[in-house]
């Protein structure tokens, strides 16, 4: 072989030595970039790992975040809601208390005013009474002075407004007729309540009456009494109603004879426009608390005739009034 042939086959040898390690010396970098890379893709696949740990953390905390804050919310308005029932309810009450206190000024004027219409009806009332207490007593005493102006005996008992006529009108026992005596002092009997009665009830002509004067009898009853003996032979059940039918026969007696004597007694009415004389039989069951033995004065006593004047128990019209004015105001306030 020549000598430049080996130069060229020791160039090329060269040429391909230097290459091979050309590519070893890439191929060592390469593996070296590569074990570099593969050091980092582990490094940054840890680090990945730790992102992906603390950003599943981070949602997880912003989840329980939400969820606290929707909690809240939902706290928030409830409470919204409860503070807003709560004023609705105050507003309720508040209106419910304004509404009471005006029914309770309503009821405390009505109170008011209907006590001030009982106290004037009770004052009218009271006035009213001592009106007709008066006129009963002055009806009274005028019948008095007219009876002791004719020389009549009696009794006057101005609390229950009866005239006594035990004395002066006797009865026999067993009797009912009128003695000679009895009959002059009936008939004078007659004369003042014809005199005097008109004064105190309608329907006759006032004649001779005071200013004060007003109709205030409801009724002038003509009692008959009779005393305490049995009858003989008979129960004791019927000789009380045998007394009975003779106390009334007195009664009537005594009330012919007047009526018959004085018409205008018969014109006499009480407010309801009613006959104001009447009759009435007591038997044995009233005698007087000083006759009450059986001694014969105590049973003459208690042969008797009283005359009882009751005086009317309607009210004027003003109390009337006053009456329904009350009771429209006590219905108002039970609504």
Known sequence: ????????????????????????????VFL?????????????????????AELQRA????????????????IAEAARIEAERQLAEAERQSARARAQEEEAARLRAQNEMLRARLQEAADKLRRELADREAARNALLQRLARGLEARRIQFILDPRSGVLRLSDAVPFPTGGSDLTDTARRTVTAL??????????????APRQNC???????????????????????NMTAAD??????????????????????????????????????????????????????????????????????????ARTSDEIRRLLEDIAALQQGGAR
């Open 1 to 28: 072989m020549s000598g430049a042939g080996l130069a060229e086959e020791g160039e090329s040898e060269g040429y391909f030595a230097s290459v091979s390690d050309l590519m070893v010396g890439v191929l060592f």
């Open 32 to 52: 070296l970039m590569l074990t570099v890379f593969a050091l980092n893709f582990r490094d940054d696949s840890a680090s990945l790992d730790r992102l992906r």
């Open 59 to 74: 949602e997880q905390a912003a989840q329980l975040e939400r969820a606290n804050a929707e909690a809240a919310r939902a």
């Open 190 to 203: 007659g004369e003042v309540l014809a005199e005097v009665l008109p004064c105190f009830s309608y329907g």
């Open 210 to 232: 005071e200013q004060a004067d007003i109709p205030i009898l409801e009724a002038m009853l003509v009692e008959g009494h009779t005393d305490r003996q049995p009858f003989a």
């Open 239 to 312: 000789s009380q109603a045998r007394n009975d039918l003779l106390s009334t026969a007195r009664a009537l007696t005594v009330f012919a004879q007047i009526r018959q004597q004085q018409r205008v007694l018969d014109e006499l009415r009480n407010p309801s426009a009613q006959p104001l004389l009447g009759v009435s039989g007591y038997g044995q069951r009233r005698p007087l608390p000083e006759a009450m033995t059986l001694s014969e004065a105590h049973l003459a006593q208690n042969r008797r005739i009283d005359l009882r004047f009751i005086l009317s």
